[in-house]
């Protein structure tokens, strides 16, 4: 029997410090040996959004507690493991370089293969860890930072269609959440007190909506909902149904955008059959769940989700980036650095700034 590959991973590049054990099994996923988080939210609450230094700090203080305790949980010694991965960008370089530096000097001593991970390649493999997905498929990568639609074609080859100009999805959630006062982190706040207001109070705008492809904007809505904030105050019934009509206005983006890039996948890839993969923090929010999967329906695709563990930022996915990676052979050596900016799609043209023509 062909031995099955077991992984650490590493990753530090926002607001988690988290490590994990996986190892491949023989249904093609992943069996999750330890996945420990540890989230940064009091030390950052009160500001209403990540502070780099504080959350560097925080990494040096938790990060060897915790791949210790991933290794101890996993009840698997460091040398039963095939390799190390850990997080190498797109994120905050003050962060990232913590756990880089922690899995670098792990694989050095243990004498193991080293793999510097694109932590947006960890969520766009995410549901992998518990279904098996096939090239190519659609993504749709909706996380703090980024909003993008990508054909995924293989490990490592990715064609992006569509991405905001703007804001990231997430940002807008957690931007919309502090204008209205929810508390954070944002988007899982407005998600539950939308559940208490009416969808149909606020008329907000679609921006781009019939224009530009796939490609996406949140701008026009941000200041609409800060316009409205400003004339409610505290008066919660109208603060719901801000939230709610926020929420709802996002499930008719993402329902026609989505639309609009299955259609290119489709004629792209010539395959009607397809997975349509939903990854990313903001692939927790239900009500973006069933929209999508209600869209999956009517055009008849198949609508996949990691699970509610690993939609937010954990190393689980980075480990298993660098299974997939090891298998391929796709081994990095010590000088690989932090990135904050890495595409998955290096050739997509750079969507913002002033001058954008769509
Ligand atoms: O993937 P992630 O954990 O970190 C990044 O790589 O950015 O995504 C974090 C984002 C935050 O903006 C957070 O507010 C948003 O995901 N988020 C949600 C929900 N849960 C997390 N947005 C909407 N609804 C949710 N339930
Ligand atoms: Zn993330």
Known sequence: MKKKITFLGIETSCDETAAAVIRENSKGTADILSNIVSSQITEHEKFGGVVPELAARAHLENIEYIINKALSESKISLSEIDGIAATAGPGLVVCLNIGLNIGKSIAAFSNKPFIGVNHLEGHALSPGLKVNIKFPYLLLLISGGHTQFLIVKDINHYEQLGTTIDDALGEAFDKTAKMLNLGYPGGPNVEKFAKFGDKDFFNLPEPIINKAGCNLSFAGLKTAVLRESKNIKEEKKLKYNLAASFQNTINKILYKKTKVAVNIFREKT????????????????????????????????????????FCGDNAAMIAWVGIHRFKKNMIDDMNVSAKSRWPLDESAPFMKGPGLKL
Not at 273 to 298: C, D, H, M, P, Y
Request: no cysteine; net charge positive.
């Open 270 to 309: 010539k395959k009607t059959n397809f997975q349509f993969v939903v990854a990313g923090g903001v692939a927790a929010n239900e009500t973006i769940r069933n929209t999508l999967f209600n869209l999956s329906k009517e055009m008849n695709f198949e609508n996949i989700y990691p699970d509610h563990k």
